[in-house]
């Protein structure tokens, strides 16, 4: 089972960037997709970004195309969000997932571990 706990979050101008940070235990890290989702106030949890094992590939909701790009690095169990050019309508509780398999996965139910989430709030 793997543990994963957030961290990076803030608050941050419109036009601004944050990195956030998911630091997993256990021994199954490396060998699994993690992924990104945030649920915004008001609204359902959705999919951000999900990245493979042990290839890398990656895949992007939409609305953060060309903002945000996650990766991983194994060697520290941890992955990574980078997110630019921040809008208002980012603002969220941003949640750290791992998958139950290697392949890159845009869906909640593919995700066995979640992290306790990071608050991000971007003023306009």
């Known amino acids: 089972q793997v543990q994963l706990v957030e961290s990076g979050g803030g608050l941050v101008q419109a036009g601004g960037s944050l990195r956030l940070s998911c630091a997993a235990s256990?021994?199954?890290?490396?060998?699994?997709?993690m992924g990104w989702f945030r649920q915004r106030p008001g609204q359902e949890r959705e999919f951000v970004a999900t990245i493979s094992w042990p290839a890398g590939n990656t895949y992007y909701a939409d609305s953060v195309k060309g903002r945000f790009t996650i990766s991983r690095d194994n060697a520290k169990n941890t992955a990574y969000l980078q997110m630019n050019t921040l809008k208002p309508d980012d603002t969220a509780v941003y949640y750290c997932?791992?998958?139950?398999?290697?392949?890159?996965?845009?869906?909640?139910?593919?995700?066995?571990?979640w992290g306790q989430g990071t608050q991000v709030t971007v003023s306009s």
């Open positions: 997932a791992a998958a139950r398999g290697p392949y890159i996965a845009d869906m909640s139910y593919q995700y066995g571990a």
């Open positions: 256990g021994r199954t890290f490396s060998s699994v997709a």
